[in-house]
């Protein structure tokens, strides 16, 4: 039966995680955790590729169970790469560092780059398509891009003020998709539509 090692305090957790780093790779090394999870125990390797990986115990009952993670870029669509791991040997350990957590690091890397270049293209179509309608709207105001959905509202309205009609023309994120509320005669409301419609990957929604 594989030795379970229960790692009761910090002295014994460190010089654990000392082990598995030089199983890990000769060049490997601990540092301290610079944003240490409180009050669990927790630590870091430094591996050959410079990668920071967090060894963390997070339940004191569970002294012989780790959680490792490895940080991804802020724009990610997660934030980390993490595992758990019984700490057995150190070289049991190195070997899931290996080959559960760096595949699964690169994997979420290659869709963070993915995903980034996916953002940009949608942002330059989105961009695109409201200068567009800007400029068929003359005299529109339009606001900032929404943190929550990444929408862009243009809002255009008669002079002078007395006049009712209006319109807030909505572009998606994507820049595909416009959703629009008008307060318009219907024969100006139906000019708007086909003028609208001229572009061919544009989907006019009305409500």
Known sequence: MRERHHLANREEFEAYASRVAAALGVNCRTEPDPDPPLPYLSVAIVDDEGRRL???QRRRDRSDHLTI??????DAPVREASIGVSALAPAHVAGAIRSRLYPLHETLLRRTVELLELRRRQKEKHDET???LAGQLTGASATPDSPRDGYTTLVFRSRPAADPNSIQVDVGPSGNTVRIDAHLPAD??????RGLSTHPQWEPETP
Do not use: G
């Not at 100006?188 to 539509?193: H, T, V, Y």
């Open 54 to 56: 967090t060894l963390t």
């Open 69 to 74: 993670r490895v940080s991804l870029p802020e």
């Open 130 to 132: 409201v200068t567009r």
């Open 188 to 193: 100006q409301a139906e000019a708007l539509l």
